[in-house]
């Protein structure tokens, strides 16, 4: 069993959709969860790091983790075109460059 | 800001060629970290160096892969000989501090081995 699992899609919406991305993990010592977006060609970009568990705002992005599920969710408001991307979950146990476990990726395409 | 600068950005080598990629870190974040991904899957950590040292290499191929971070600041990735399996985007990311959940990455090198 992988450490993380991420459903890879691909994921289609219309423009103004909410888009929800979920990545569940199997060790219970994680705590501090990321999310990256990466374009075609480029390299991850970091959108938002949540540590422990609760809900993180920023703009259109709320993260979500629930710690006692396992689950971790990503939630994409008013979503637009120049959201398509490969968005990939990111956990790690601590703070100081530890081992980060990557999800597959889930690929998203926003449809104007 | 200057991010994580990466050069080349592809490369097309024969297999049992070396091949190197250079990363520079952004300014003042002493963690520079080399990834491997494949097509479809998730960035895996090859090395992690805090500074000058290598403080994990645990998943770094050692017979054919080898790196250096001579002065702290940027770093060279090298595989020699190169295989057919090797063909990956590498990407150097950086961090600062203790913000090692804030890792920022490079736009990668492509390798394609033939």
């Known amino acids: 069993q992988k450490e993380v699992e991420q459903d890879p899609g691909p994921l289609s919406v219309p423009e103004g959709a909410i888009v929800s991305l979920n990545c569940t993990y199997s060790?219970?010592?994680?705590?501090?969860f990321m999310w990256y977006r990466q374009y075609s060609r480029k390299g991850p970009e970091l959108l938002m790091y949540t540590y422990s568990s609760g809900n993180k705002e920023d703009g259109r992005f709320t993260a979500q983790v629930d710690k006692s599920s396992k689950y971790i969710s990503l939630f994409i408001r008013d979503s637009q075109p120049s959201d398509s991307a490969t968005y990939l979950c990111a956990m790690s146990v601590a703070n100081t460059g530890n081992q980060f476990y990557f999800g597959t990726g889930t690929s998203l395409t926003v449809i104007p | 800001e200057a991010g994580v600068v990466q050069s080349p950005r592809y490369k097309i080598i024969e297999k049992k060629q070396p091949v190197a990629f250079w990363c520079n870190p952004i300014s003042g974040h002493n963690t520079l970290y080399w990834y491997r991904q494949n097509l479809g899957q998730g960035p895996e950590l090859l090395i992690r160096?805090?500074?000058?040292?290598?403080?994990?290499d645990s998943q770094l191929p050692k017979d054919r892969f080898s790196a250096e971070r001579l002065k702290g600041v940027d770093s060279t990735l090298k595989i020699q000989p190169a295989e057919l399996g090797d063909s990956a985007v590498y990407l150097c990311?950086?961090?600062?501090?203790?913000?090692?959940?804030?890792?920022?990455f490079g736009p990668g090198t492509r390798l394609t081995v033939t």
């Open positions: 990311a950086s961090s600062f501090g203790d913000r090692g959940y804030e890792q920022y």
């Open positions: 060790n219970s010592a994680f705590q501090y």
């Open positions: 160096y805090e500074n000058e040292e290598a403080v994990d």
